[in-house]
Structures are given as C-alpha cells and as structure tokens.
C-alpha cells in the first residue's frame, strides 16, 4: 500500500498546502504545527476528510473508501482519542468491539496480557505511559478487519521521550503496516539525529 498526498490544503489556515506519501513497511514522519492541522491531516491522509485542494492517492488510485478501511486513524484529538479518565481496559474492549470480537472482561485481559500491558488494565488513558499508550492503541486498532495501515496523530503531545514511541511504530511498521505519525517541530527535530544512526 502507497498513499500519496499531493498538495493538500484545508481552508486558510487550518491545513497549509502539504506532499508526503507513506507505505507499507515504513514509519513516515509528517510535521504538523498549531493544535488544528495534526488532526486534519490524519483526517485527510485516512481518507475522513476530503482536502479543499490537491488529492490522496492509495495505490495510484483516488478512493477514499479503502482508505478509510484499510487506514486506522489513532488517538486523533477530538476525533479518534480515548476520553483522558477511560481505563485503557475500556479502550481495549471498545476496540474489540470494532474488531469484531467479542469485548469479555477475559477477552480483554488476555489481549492486554498480549501486548504486554496487563498491568496497565486498570490505569486511566491519562495516566498512562506515552510510549505505552501509542504503542498499545496502534496494536488495537490493527485488530480491525482490513487494517493495513495506521495514521498516528500527534503522539508527541502525551510528553516522554520520542524515541520510545518512534521504536513502537517503526517496529510495527517493519511487519509490513504503512505508519505515519503526525508530529510537531520539536518532536521531529529530536528525532531527526536518531533516524540518521
């Protein structure tokens, strides 16, 4: 999978004129500045939101369809992100439901245990971990049917340190998953020297 985004702008201010393409088996990184523009252009690169100029591409093909199938949009501000007092067990049960599965209290443990984060069940999304939280909600929203590809948005805003969640993505990225993480200034400016090595 190839998605490509060509000049995409929204309104005068809320996304200035962008290019990039993500596919599968990479980890893109994309600079979005101001509160606003992380957000529309996960909606915009997952197909959620149609650009005001330019065009998304998957594939070579304009179908914005199977991008919203085949791309996640995860942790997306006031769209996609788990309310900040939900324990990541309902955020867990609420992505097996998404997924198809039956959302149990064991379904859930053992899916958690499965990612490693049994014994955050219990914590607020608040309160857990940045590099956990990325990694976990990316692992869920795989669980969907059709999922190729995850759109991060802003994962940076949670704090800790970059390259933790950066190691997440790009190890889910290496399994074949096209990933693109929308990322402030700062957050690509500390990574650009590690992405060098």
Do not use: N, Q
Not at 137 to 164: M, N
């Amino acid at each position: 999978m190839r998605v490509e985004l060509s000049g995409v702008a929204k309104g005068r201010a809320a996304l200035p004129a962008t290019t990039l393409e993500f596919a599968s088996g990479e980890l893109t990184l994309a600079e979005a500045e101001t509160a606003e523009r992380p957000t529309v252009l996960g909606l915009i690169a997952s197909g959620r939101m149609r650009p005001d100029r330019g065009e998304v591409r998957v594939d070579g093909e304009t179908d914005a369809a199977r991008l919203r199938r085949e791309l996640a949009l995860v942790d997306a501000p006031a769209v996609s992100e788990p309310p900040p007092g939900v324990t990541l067990a309902a955020v867990a049960a609420e992505e097996l439901m998404f997924a198809g599965r039956w959302p149990s209290r064991r379904a859930v443990r053992a899916v958690l245990a499965e990612l490693g984060a049994a014994s955050d069940a219990d914590t607020r999304m608040a309160d857990l971990a940045p590099a956990t939280r990325v990694r976990v909600l990316a692992e869920l929203a795989l669980l969907r049917p059709g999922v190729r590809g995850l759109v991060v948005v802003a994962p940076d805003r949670h704090g800790g340190e970059p390259a933790a969640w950066r190691a997440h993505l790009t190890a889910i990225a290496e399994r074949g998953v096209a990933v693109l993480a929308v990322i402030g200034r700062p957050a690509l400016a500390a990574l650009e020297p590690w992405s060098a090595e």
